[in-house]
């Protein structure tokens, strides 16, 4: 029996959301799909219109089959690029970076996505940076600007936050908005995050999260562009760090992209070790 794809009633989106939380954080899912045969949902598909990648500028994409199902993935694959061909857009985008030894990337391939762009996480050892951030604070001698403010993530920073987020990796007030607000697969740890404030604007972060696996990561490491040749990068994360410290957490994971350059320097002179590496993939589109 062949295989229908239709658009999601709202109960069926939130049943297969519940199930599958490893969602775009902040991106806003337009359009949900899903694939039934012989009555039962055997697969489900998202799309979002309004996620920001390089180009050739193209929606966000994320499929999964219940079932494992190639026949229920290539029909909803055909359902997005009908979809994203009428909205005008020439490729779609996988909403996450996919782990490269994971069987996620030998699925993604099977559908003729092709990576298009990396990103590393790095692993650190949260005593060791709190201490070589010490060292390079003291060997530097630089102290922290006039009307600037260190201190832990609270709520009233969230706009702030937000803000920041835009002005460093673009998108909708409406993404930075979601980005903050976290997501079903992680916890934000304000108590070990770090926020930087210069004449009351938020200029920098230190944006730590627990997973639901347990790791602890560095969502966000970022600083305005007009501290970018500072050491704020070395404040903010030697902040957090000796928080986690304290708090008895051993060791962090920091993903860095292809623009992150400052931050991978940084890491990399703290002697963060590469722990793995993730992929975009993308499939350009044609007209049928």
């Known amino acids: 029996m062949g295989v229908d794809v239709r658009l999601a009633t709202a109960a069926e989106a939130r049943q297969l959301y519940a199930h599958f939380t490893a969602l775009a954080r902040g991106d806003i899912l337009t359009k949900v799909f899903v694939a ?3 009555g039962r949902i055997v697969g489900g598909a998202s799309v979002s ?6 180009d050739p500028v193209g929606p966000g994409c994320w499929i999964v089959s219940a079932d494992g199902d190639s026949e229920a993935e290539a029909a ?24 490269d030894d994971s069987i996620a990337c030998a699925a993604w391939q099977r559908l003729g ?4 762009t990396d990103a590393e996480w790095f692993k650190v050892d949260v005593s060791e940076v709190a201490t070589l951030v010490g060292r ?3 060997h530097r001698r630089e102290s922290i600007r006039k009307d600037m403010t260190l201190g832990d993530w609270k709520p009233a920073d969230d706009g702030g936050v937000a803000a920041l987020h835009r002005r460093c990796f673009g998108g909708s007030p409406e993404k930075a908005a979601r980005f903050v607000a976290g997501s079903p697969d992680m916890k934000w740890r304000r108590e070990w995050s770090s926020v930087a404030r210069y004449r009351g604007q938020v200029v920098g972060v230190s944006l730590i999260a627990e997973r639901n696996d347990g790791r602890v990561i560095v969502a966000t490491l970022a600083v305005d562009h007009a501290f970018r040749k500072s050491i704020l990068v070395a404040r903010l994360l030697g902040h957090s ?14 993903l860095v992209g292809e623009r992150g350059r400052q931050v991978r320097r940084f ?10 590496r993730s992929v975009y993939f993308r499939k350009l589109l044609r007209e049928r």
């Open 241 to 254: 760090c000796s928080h986690g410290e304290r708090a008895g957490v051993e060791s962090a994971w920091v």
């Open 267 to 276: 890491v990399v002179r703290i002697g963060a070790m590469v722990d793995g």
């Open 76 to 99: 909803l694959l055909a359902a997005l690029e009908q979809y994203a061909l009428a909205a005008g857009a020439k490729a779609l985008y996988s909403i996450h970076a996919i782990p």
């Open 113 to 116: 996505f092709s990576a298009c």
């Open 49 to 54: 219109l309004r996620a920001a990648r390089v």
């Open 136 to 138: 390079i604070l003291d």
């Open 36 to 38: 039934t045969q012989a």
